[in-house]
């Protein structure tokens, strides 16, 4: 005979202290739970709107310079710190934690427009229109923490003088080499006053230069003849250069996916390539409506920054044609440079008002140590509202962005720009003999030709 019992541990029901939650067991039985996803919506829906009500990313400015900020760049060994360039020559390095300068490093008589940092974190590289490159010794971690003044300065270790102006510096991933660009490519070493190697393809002056993160020896750069090129530092000559209908002001490669880049255009557009197969972009980022001046990957490799000549500051998913995000303040004039933080929580932008500005990359995360129940629900709410994205009122809210006047207007006055443009194209073709106008994709629109 078989008996069937209903048996209940006191052990599951009975709280070990005052301050414990009641377990509650739950039947997920669909036929017993028959508005789950009536629940579920409205609970993306409030999630949603709650996200609006608490979406305060700006956390604060960092002010110190006397001229506009022309670059950035983060020591990826110590989380808090950054450093800064600016147009008079002023080069610092901040505490993103308590907001203020730890240390001065004087020295350039003119602009300074570029700085790296080695990959042990020890020495900083800069160079600016003084025709002169300097190599730093960054304070170690524990210098940072302490209560430094904050007008301290130091000498640096070496200074090499060129021929040239410099427009950008990076460091070659785990050695001691890094590149400079300005009347073209040259390969330095932290012991040698002088170039190892100088790389050209064609005169005009480089914008911008990246070094592959995943392939040390491979080189990004951009130019003011419009052209991205690449070169192989084993082979010592370029490998593929790509000519685009406007210029490119800066390069930044995929943390986790390094043999994709993506280029911030002055058509208000980025570009993401695949360095493999250059004669079409793998895709186009549109929203800006003025030049992109600089850009910035995610550690993760999800999202990458974006900051413009129209005031504003962007944030777009990896494969995202439109924005995430778009931070802005009344007081931000025209955004020169933007970085991630190492822990992909922050983006800090640099602007032609002097100041830093430190931001969160997800306007309403909560700040703060954060108990496991409440992470649960941010998880709970962020999958519920992922699932009903796709409904209109979901999506409208999501989407939905206040914007300044002056983006506003432009946007719409670009959106009949670009209209025009298209119904010119198509009474065009519809006049033309079949088969003689011939319209390209989006994607390949931009480009002029790609030489090996």
């Not at 450093?83 to 308590?98: P, V």
């Not at 802005?328 to 922050?346: E, L």
């Not at 033309?432 to 629109?445: D, E, I, Y």
Request: proline share 4%.
């Amino acid at each position: 005979m078989k008996v069937k019992v209903i048996s209940r541990s006191t052990d599951e029901h009975t709280k070990e202290r005052s301050q414990d939650l009641q377990r509650v067991f739950h039947n997920y039985d669909p036929t017993i739970r028959t508005q789950e996803k009536a629940v579920e919506y409205v609970r993306a829906l409030n999630a949603a709107k709650l996200d609006k009500i608490f979406a305060k990313p700006f956390v604060g400015a960092m002010d110190g310079h006397v001229d506009a900020i022309s670059c950035m760049a983060k020591n990826m060994n110590h989380l808090v710190g950054i450093f800064s360039g600016s147009m008079d020559g002023d080069i610092r390095l901040w505490d993103i934690a308590s907001r203020r300068t730890v240390q001065r490093f004087p020295g350039h008589q003119g602009a300074v427009r570029g700085l790296a940092v080695s990959t042990d974190g020890r020495v900083l590289v800069s160079c600016g229109t003084d025709c002169s490159v300097r190599l730093w010794a960054v304070p170690i971690s524990t210098a940072m923490e302490l209560d430094v003044p904050t007008d301290n300065s130091v000498e640096p270790l070496e200074t090499y003088v060129w021929k040239n102006a410099f427009r950008s510096v990076d460091h070659q991933w785990n050695f001691d080499r890094f590149a400079t660009g300005g009347a073209g490519v040259d390969i330095w070493n932290h012991n040698r006053s002088a170039p190892e190697q100088s790389l050209e393809w064609g005169t005009d002056t480089v914008i911008s230069v990246r070094f592959n993160p995943g392939e040390p020896d491979l080189l990004a750069t951009s130019a003011s003849d419009r052209s991205i090129a690449l070169y192989d530092l084993r082979m010592g000559k370029p490998t593929a250069k790509l000519i685009m209908a406007t210029k490119t002001n800066s390069i930044c490669w995929n943390p986790m996916e390094p043999f994709n880049f993506t280029a911030a255009n002055e058509d208000c557009n980025c570009y993401s390539f695949d360095s493999r197969k250059l004669n079409a972009a793998t895709c186009v980022h549109k929203d800006h409506v003025s030049a992109v001046m600089d850009i910035d990957y995610s550690p993760t490799g999800r999202e990458f920054v974006t900051g413009s000549y129209d005031r504003t500051v962007r944030i777009f998913q990896y494969n995202g044609g439109h924005s995430r995000e778009i931070y802005h303040t009344k007081r931000m004039q025209r955004v020169f440079c933007v970085k991630y933080s190492g822990d992909a929580s922050y983006v800090i932008s640099g602007s032609d008002d002097t100041n830093l500005r430190l931001w969160k990359a997800k306007a309403s995360e909560q700040l703060g140590v954060l108990l496991p129940r409440e992470k649960k629900r941010h998880e709970y709410l962020e999958a519920v509202k992922n699932r009903y994205k796709h409904l209109t009122e979901v999506k409208r809210i999501v989407r939905h962005r206040h914007l300044p006047k002056a983006i506003y207007k432009t946007t719409a006055l670009r959106r009949t720009m670009i209209e025009a443009e298209r119904r010119r194209e198509e009474k065009r073709k519809a006049h033309s003999a079949p088969g003689s106008s011939t319209s390209k994709p989006l994607r390949q629109r931009r480009i002029v030709r790609v030489e090996e």
